[in-house]
């Protein structure tokens, strides 16, 4: 039987990129873009000495700069999103894709908090090359964080995860989707 409580929690360390690509607020579009194509990535950085500035995405660039005619000479701090969300390198996996989700982003950089410097990247594509894994911590975290009251209450169909038999009165209990008998 596996034993997900004794497992290690994936870390954003664990998973992220650490050569990112990084700008000055004054670069621009264009060598943003040249950056981007060296990279083989959908972003850069934007930072002033190490202090995290903005970000700019190739969606920035074609709603911000190319869908408003600006100039491939346009400084890439007129199209940046600023202020940044960003996570630190020991921030659990879970959490940092919850705040992904939560805000609609499919990249987050990643900030030494003693430092205030930018020393990585974690996108979708990173958390979806530790999918099996993350799934299963994601699961357990469910099953530790219910949802309160309102799912003990909660009857669904399924398969009780106790003696494996279908019911049509499964209930969640002690971190478990089980059926009467077993309760």
């Known amino acids: 039987m ?19 690509a990084k700008v000055s607020p004054n670069t621009t579009l264009q060598q943003a873009a040249k950056k981007m194509e060296e990279y083989r990535i959908g972003n850069v950085l934007v930072v002033g000495s190490t202090k995290l ?11 911000k700069a190319v869908a408003k005619n600006k100039s491939a ?3 890439v701090k007129e199209i940046m999103a600023s202020p940044v969300i960003y996570v630190s390198p020991d921030d659990e996996l879970l959490h940092t894709s919850d705040k992904m989700l939560m805000n609609n982003i499919t990249r987050i950089p990643v900030v ?4 205030k410097e930018v020393i990585g990247i974690v ?3 990173d958390i979806l090359r530790v ?17 309160g009251e309102e799912l ?5 169909k399924g398969v009780c995860e106790v003696c494996g038999k279908f019911t049509n009165n499964l209930r ?9 008998n077993c309760e």
Not at 112 to 115: A, D, I, M, S, T
Request: proline residues 4%; charged residues 40%.
């Open 131 to 147: 999918l099996p894994n993350f799934l299963l911590d994601k699961i357990e975290w469910l099953r530790i964080h219910p949802g």
């Open 172 to 180: 969640f209990s002690r971190g478990l989707w089980v059926c009467e």
């Open 112 to 115: 030494n908090l003693e430092k």
């Open 123 to 125: 996108t979708m594509k």
């Open 53 to 63: 500035l903005g970000i700019v995405t190739e969606m920035d660039m074609v709603r």
């Open 2 to 20: 596996r034993r997900p409580f004794f497992r290690k929690r994936l870390k954003v360390k664990d998973v992220m990129t650490t050569d990112v």
């Open 73 to 75: 000479k346009t400084k």
């Open 152 to 156: 003990k209450k909660k009857r669904v």
